[in-house]
């Protein structure tokens, strides 16, 4: 894992100084709210609904034992013994006062943690696969590729005030479980006749106006990734809307200029921002691989695991959805997860965070990741010490069986939190979770991604759910829409919108009609509700959500 | 034709605390029921215009629509009623707090 650098330490040290600082002036009067909020939005602090809200980066959602615990200690000490973790991998303290913020940053910036960038018209927290360094399936690790990448967009002062947020995703595997075609940049590893590259893919993202990312170049030189991120970064933020914030994202700009003339206006730039690197970002790259080494994996009998199989149902159901195979055959990859059925989907308590620091501790090389999907994972873990770990988390709350099942849901914070929502997420989370729970069908149904947005900015990635929600003010009610088909692997797809939206009451009984239908026509049990769709299309889905319409038609 | 006016709060986050407050005749508070209620356009206005220079006390002052009740103000839109009563995923927070 990165440790921080003398510089490191001494610019974060400043940054904060000059926040408190900031904070002060706001508070004695000296700055209005107008000249105070871009200064509080740089280091993630907005003000939601009920209360100020502290965004803290977790840089490609990586973490140790020691920053889990310092997030436990902030909830506590701060906050109201929570803290919500998010999809972009990141955690929001949710109830904040503004006099404490700049002593939460102090704290934070002990274990080498910060909330710079969090918010604001910059490059944000860059996101991977949450299981990078640990996967079967893995080209290389690509956390030393997003540590470079946060180090060269922190503070980088062409890209301070863009046109609007930015976003990159990398992964390091061809299963793209890192989003990367919905971000304005996603890193794919790639490797050709054995060298190794980068396919890059612009201006993808969710949002009011959804798009699919295009690759721009399907080989990159590992040498030429900070180059020619820097030109494409600096082509947008030229050519960019900056009269319409709707329209100012590069997905707007890819699909307004066409991909042809951004990678000829990318190209050219690239030219004049190679000359600027002299190679010291690739010496640099070389020396943060050298903080992402593999741990030494031990080696023990893995017979316990496999007796416990044996002997425990409820830890066989577990295994068989929360432990995921890892690179080494005697380790696995662990995700414990934060949606018990009727909880807020992404939340963790203090204890529960200590809990998962102690385990990572003992046994998993100290190592934990959060996932874009709201859940954290012990990326390395031996297979001997799964019924232990099993066991512990049990005692939580925190061994519900349920990763990639119906009940796993992302959700965002919603009109619960969020000053912009239109409507709540998290409740109809709850509510689907429940009634799936009750009925105990969620393991007959198999794998499901609902995904829901209290408003179109798609925080919850409802686009690319197979069942997406989406939640709005219609006329002083909530009402939600629903898209089917959505998908966020390298297969990705915009959902198909079904028809007129639901009442907040209407939208169990409709998800369960269409898990209904799904059942009824899926081939077999290895069908899994994705690809049922793809074969049916959305036809035999509308017909059991508007029954009215069909009887219309005939 | 112009719209009638309709009962309005002035309501604001807190400056330092970032909760929800509602302004009264002569301060604010944090439960609506003892918000003061306007009735009248031109005093809306002017008490809007009042809280908004409060920069030292409050953020982002507006007018909420209300309904009066057994002569207390209530919210006519879910968002002011999840301002006024909190988040409703599981009771906790300010709002709890004060009950």
Same mark, same amino acid.
């Given at each position: 894992?990165? !440790?921080?650098?003398?510089?490191?330490?001494?610019?974060?040290?400043?940054?904060?100084?000059?926040?408190?600082?900031?904070?002060?002036?706001?508070?004695?009067?000296?700055?209005?709210?107008?000249?105070?909020?871009?200064?509080?939005?740089?280091?993630?602090?907005?003000?939601?609904?009920?209360?100020?809200?502290?965004?803290?980066?977790?840089?490609? *959602?990586?973490?140790?034992?020691?920053?889990?615990?310092?997030?436990?200690?902030?909830?506590?000490?701060?906050?109201?013994?929570?803290?919500? +973790?998010?999809?972009?991998?990141?955690?929001? #303290?949710?109830?904040?006062?503004?006099?404490?913020?700049?002593?939460?940053?102090?704290?934070?910036?002990?274990?080498?943690?910060?909330?710079?960038? &969090?918010? *604001?018209?910059?490059?944000?927290?860059?996101?991977?696969?949450?299981?990078?360094?640990?996967?079967?399936?893995?080209?290389?690790?690509?956390?030393?590729?997003?540590?470079?990448?946060?180090?060269? !967009?922190?503070?980088?002062?062409?890209?301070?005030?863009?046109? %609007?947020?930015?976003?990159?995703?990398?992964?390091?595997?061809? $299963?793209?479980?890192?989003?990367?075609?919905?971000?304005?940049?996603?890193?794919?590893?790639?490797?050709?006749?054995?060298?190794?590259?980068?396919?890059?893919?612009?201006?993808?993202?969710?949002?009011?106006?959804?798009?699919?990312?295009?690759?721009?170049?399907?080989?990159?030189?590992?040498?030429?990734?900070?180059?020619?991120?820097?030109?494409?970064?600096?082509?947008? $933020?030229?050519?960019?809307?900056?009269?319409?914030?709707?329209?100012?994202?590069?997905?707007?700009?890819?699909? @307004?200029?066409?991909?042809?003339?951004?990678?000829?206006?990318?190209?050219?730039?690239?030219?004049?921002?190679?000359?600027?690197?002299?190679?010291?970002?690739?010496?640099?790259?070389?020396?943060? @691989?050298?903080?992402?080494?593999?741990?030494?994996?031990?080696?023990?009998?893995?017979?316990?695991?496999?007796?416990?199989?044996?002997? #425990?149902?409820?830890?066989?159901?577990?295994?068989?959805?929360?432990? &995921?195979?890892?690179?080494?055959?005697?380790?696995?990859?662990?995700?414990?997860?934060?949606?018990?059925?009727?909880?807020?989907?992404?939340?963790?308590?203090?204890?529960?965070?200590?809990?998962?620091? $102690?385990?990572?501790?003992?046994?998993?090389?100290?190592?934990? %990741?959060?996932?874009?999907?709201?859940?954290?994972?012990?990326?390395?873990?031996?297979?001997?010490?799964?019924?232990?770990?099993?066991?512990?988390?049990?005692?939580?709350?925190?061994?519900?069986?349920?990763?990639?099942?119906? !009940?796993?849901?992302?959700?965002?914070?919603?009109?619960?939190?969020?000053?912009?929502?239109?409507? %709540?997420?998290?409740?109809?989370?709850?509510?689907?979770?429940?009634?799936?729970?009750?009925?105990?069908?969620?393991?007959?149904?198999?794998?499901?991604?609902?995904?829901?947005?209290?408003?179109?900015?798609?925080?919850?990635?409802?686009?690319?759910?197979?069942?997406?929600?989406?939640?709005?003010?219609?006329?002083?009610?909530?009402?939600?829409?629903?898209?089917?088909?959505?998908?966020? &692997?390298?297969?990705?797809?915009?959902?198909?919108?079904?028809?007129?939206?639901?009442?907040?009451?209407?939208?169990?009984?409709?998800?369960?009609?269409?898990?209904?239908?799904?059942?009824?026509?899926?081939?077999?049990?290895?069908?899994? +509700?994705?690809?049922? #769709?793809?074969?049916?299309?959305?036809?035999?889905?509308?017909?059991?959500? #508007?029954?009215?319409?069909?009887?219309?038609?005939? | 034709?112009?719209?009638?006016?309709?009962?309005?709060?002035?309501?604001?986050?807190?400056?330092?605390?970032?909760?929800?407050?509602?302004?009264?005749?002569?301060?604010?508070?944090?439960?609506?029921?003892?918000?003061?209620?306007?009735?009248?356009?031109?005093?809306?206005?002017?008490?809007?215009?009042?809280?908004?220079?409060?920069?030292? =006390?409050?953020?982002?002052?507006?007018?909420?629509?209300?309904?009066?009740?057994?002569?207390?103000?209530?919210?006519?839109?879910?968002?002011?009623?999840?301002?006024?009563?909190?988040?409703?995923?599981?009771?906790?927070?300010?709002?709890? =707090?004060?009950?």
């Amino acid at each position: 894992m990165y !440790s921080y650098s003398e510089f490191d330490t001494a610019f974060l040290a400043e940054r904060n100084r000059q926040f408190r600082a900031q904070v002060e002036r706001r508070i004695s009067g000296a700055l209005t709210e107008d000249e105070f909020k871009p200064l509080r939005l740089m280091n993630g602090l907005y003000l939601q609904l009920h209360a100020y809200m502290l965004r803290v980066a977790i840089p490609y *959602g990586t973490l140790s034992s020691a920053k889990m615990r310092k997030l436990a200690d902030i909830a506590e000490r701060w906050d109201k013994g929570y803290g919500h +973790f998010t999809t972009r991998q990141n955690i929001q #303290y949710n109830w904040p006062e503004l006099k404490d913020v700049p002593d939460m940053l102090d704290a934070l910036a002990e274990v080498g943690m910060h909330a710079i960038q &969090t918010s *604001g018209n910059t490059i944000r927290n860059v996101t991977a696969d949450h299981f990078a360094g640990a996967a079967a399936d893995e080209i290389a690790d690509p956390r030393p590729v997003a540590e470079l990448l946060r180090q060269w !967009s922190t503070d980088h002062p062409e890209f301070q005030f863009m046109p %609007r947020k930015f976003k990159i995703a990398i992964t390091g595997s061809p $299963n793209d479980r890192a989003v990367t075609k919905a971000h304005d940049i996603g890193i794919r590893m790639v490797e050709h006749d054995g060298a190794r590259g980068y396919e890059i893919i612009v201006g993808g993202g969710l949002g009011r106006t959804p798009m699919i990312g295009k690759v721009i170049n399907d080989f990159l030189p590992e040498a030429d990734l900070l180059p020619y991120l820097e030109a494409i970064v600096s082509v947008w $933020n030229q050519i960019g809307r900056r009269d319409n914030k709707y329209k100012a994202r590069i997905k707007i700009t890819v699909h @307004e200029h066409g991909i042809d003339e951004i990678r000829r206006l990318v190209e050219e730039r690239f030219v004049e921002t190679r000359k600027t690197f002299s190679g010291v970002d690739q010496q640099m790259l070389r020396e943060i @691989e050298g903080h992402f080494a593999p741990p030494a994996f031990v080696e023990a009998d893995t017979a316990p695991y496999t007796r416990a199989l044996e002997t #425990y149902p409820a830890f066989r159901a577990w295994s068989d959805t929360n432990v &995921t195979p890892h690179r080494d055959a005697d380790h696995a990859i662990v995700t414990i997860s934060l949606k018990k059925h009727g909880a807020t989907p992404g939340d963790a308590s203090a204890a529960q965070m200590r809990l998962i620091a $102690n385990l990572a501790e003992t046994y998993g090389y100290d190592e934990i %990741r959060i996932s874009h999907e709201q859940n954290v994972i012990l990326p390395h873990v031996h297979k001997a010490s799964l019924p232990s770990i099993y066991s512990a988390l049990k005692a939580e709350g925190l061994a519900t069986a349920n990763i990639g099942l119906i !009940s796993d849901i992302i959700a965002c914070p919603g009109m619960d939190y969020c000053a912009l929502a239109t409507a %709540r997420s998290i409740p109809i989370a709850q509510e689907i979770a429940t009634a799936f729970d009750d009925l105990k069908r969620e393991h007959d149904i198999g794998q499901l991604k609902i995904k829901i947005s209290g408003c179109i900015n798609a925080c919850g990635h409802h686009h690319v759910g197979h069942i997406g929600i989406l939640g709005l003010d219609r006329a002083g009610v909530e009402n939600y829409q629903i898209t089917l088909g959505g998908d966020h &692997t390298e297969q990705a797809k915009v959902g198909d919108r079904v028809g007129p939206g639901f009442s907040a009451d209407e939208v169990v009984p409709a998800v369960e009609r269409i898990v209904d239908t799904y059942l009824e026509l899926r081939s077999d049990e290895d069908e899994a +509700f994705i690809d049922t #769709y793809r074969r049916t299309g959305l036809t035999p889905f509308k017909a059991a959500l #508007y029954p009215e319409t069909k009887v219309a038609a005939e | 034709m112009p719209k009638a006016f309709t009962p309005k709060v002035v309501t604001a986050n807190h400056l330092l605390a970032g909760d929800v407050i509602y302004q009264t005749a002569d301060g604010w508070t944090r439960k609506l029921e003892e918000a003061e209620v306007l009735t009248d356009e031109a005093d809306a206005d002017l008490r809007l215009i009042e809280a908004s220079q409060q920069v030292d =006390e409050v953020v982002g002052a507006y007018l909420a629509d209300v309904a009066v009740e057994d002569g207390k103000p209530v919210p006519t839109h879910f968002r002011e009623e999840f301002r006024a009563k909190g988040p409703s995923n599981y009771a906790h927070g300010k709002q709890v =707090e004060l009950q």
